[in-house]
C-alpha cells in the first residue's frame, strides 16, 4: 500500500481508517486490503500518522459491496438464538418443522415447549381476574375508533400495573406472567358479536369472537389456531430486535412486549395482511382478481400478500394454512380469489404467496375486519417476544449497542 500526501484541500471530508472499517462494517486491516487491490484510496495524514480516506469514495465502496463484519468495539450485530431457523424454503422451531407443530398442536402446547421444551397435552392460559378487569377498564376508556393494537398496547401497560413482581427476572417468574399476559391480552379486546367463551377453552377460540360475529365451526377455528402457531416467531423481525433490545436493558417482560408492539404500529411490519385483506375482498366482490392486480400494477404499487425477502419459493406458513382453507367451506370463494392474484402476479414477476395472503383468505371468509390479521400476529407473536427475552435475560446485559457512524461536520466547529 501506497499512500500519497495529504491534499492541500482542508474542507474535503475526510476519514480515519477507523471511521472507514466502521462505515464500510468491515476491520481496519479490511481497509487496507481494499487499498492494496485498488478499490479504495487513501493519503497520509499530516505529520504521517496513519492515513485518511474520502468520505464519499468510502460511501460509494459501501454500497457497492454491502459488506458488514461484526465490530468488536460495538455491540453484537449476529444473536444466538435457539429458537428459529429459516432454510432452504424450510422453518423449524427449536430444529422442529413449524408446519407440522400447526398441524399436531394448539397454539398454547407449541408456546409452551418453546419456552421450557417441555410440551404439555391440553395446557390453557388463564387471566388473573383482577388483570384483567383493569385491562379491560383501560381499553375501554379508549375512543371507539382505536384498532386493536392500540387495545393491547394499553392492555399490556395496565397488566404490567396490576404486577408488582414484574421486575423479577428469573425464568419463573417471566413465564409466570407471560402465561397471564396473553388471555388478558384477549379478554381485554371487545367481544364482535356474541358471548365471548367460558374460561378454560383454548386460546383460538377465546379470540375467535374477538375477530368476527360469525360463530366458530371446528375447520376455521383449526387454521386459526394453526396461525397463531405458525406466526409464533420468525426469527429476527423488527419487531423481535426491538424486544430483545429491550431485554437487553433487563426491562420487565412486559415492556419487551410493549416494544414489540411498538414496532407493529409502523406499516411495513405486522400490518401487512390489512392491504392483503383489503385486496382480496375488492376481488371477491368484483368478481375475478385480475382487474384489482391490474390495478395495483398500473398504479405502480406492490400487490400485497406476495414475495417474501426470506423465502425463493411459496412461504411455507402460507402453504400450511391455504391446505387447512381447503377444509373451510365458505372460504372456497376467497381460497380461488388468492390463487387467481398469485396466478395473475406470476405474469410479470414470480413472486409466491405469504402468510399474509394466507391470512386474508381466513378473514375475508370469515367476516372478519382488515385489521384482525394483525390482530393475530400481535397476540401470537407475544409468545416469541417472550421467548426471545428469556435468551437475553441470559446474555450479557446491554450488548447490543451498535456505534454511530457520525456524518456531520468535522470538529472544531465555531460556537452557534
Known sequence: MTDQPEPGHPDAPRLTT???AELLGVKPETVYAYVSR?????????????????????????????????????????FRTGITLIEEDRYYLRGVDATE????????????????????????????????????RTVGALPAHSGSTDR????????????????????????????????????ALPVVGGASEAPGVSLARQLWPRLTARPADTQALAVLDAALVLLIDHDLAASTLAA???????????????????VLEGPLHGAASGLAHRMLQEAVDRGSAVPVVAD?????????????????????????????????????GALAAAREVVATTARHAPL??????ALAVLSVACGMAAEAGETVFAVSRTAG???????????RPLRIRPSGQYTGPRPPQPTP
Request: net charge positive.
Open 101 to 136: 407443530l400447526a398441524r399436531r398442536h394448539s397454539y398454547e402446547e407449541v408456546a409452551e415447549w418453546l419456552w421450557t421444551g417441555e410440551l404439555r397435552p391440553g395446557v390453557r392460559f388463564e387471566a388473573p381476574p383482577e388483570t384483567l378487569a383493569a385491562a379491560r
Open 385 to 395: 417476544w417472550i421467548a426471545h427475552a428469556l435468551e437475553e435475560y441470559g446474555e
Open 38 to 78: 485498488g478499490q479504495l484510496s487513501s493519503v497520509r495524514a499530516a505529520g504521517g500518522r496513519g492515513s485518511t480516506f474520502d468520505a464519499e469514495e468510502v460511501r460509494a465502496l459501501a454500497r457497492r459491496s454491502g459488506r458488514r463484519e461484526p465490530s468488536p468495539a460495538g455491540g453484537d450485530l449476529v
Open 296 to 332: 395495483h400494477l398500473r398504479t405502480g404499487r406492490r400487490v400485497p400478500g406476495l414475495g417474501h425477502r426470506l423465502y425463493r419459493g411459496e412461504d411455507p406458513r402460507a402453504r400450511t394454512l391455504f391446505a387447512l382453507l381447503e377444509d373451510v367451506p365458505q372460504a372456497a
Open 244 to 262: 430483545r433490545v429491550a431485554a437487553s436493558a433487563h426491562a420487565h417482560p412486559y415492556a419487551v412486549v410493549s416494544a414489540g408492539l411498538g
Open 352 to 357: 409466491h404467496a405469504t402468510i399474509d395472503l
Open 152 to 187: 393491547l398496547r394499553v392492555a399490556v401497560t395496565a397488566a404490567a400495573a396490576t404486577d408488582p413482581l414484574r421486575f423479577d427476572l428469573s425464568p419463573k417468574a417471566v413465564l409466570s406472567s407471560a402465561r397471564s399476559l396473553i388471555p388478558t391480552l384477549v379478554g
Open 18 to 20: 477507523r471511521e472507514a
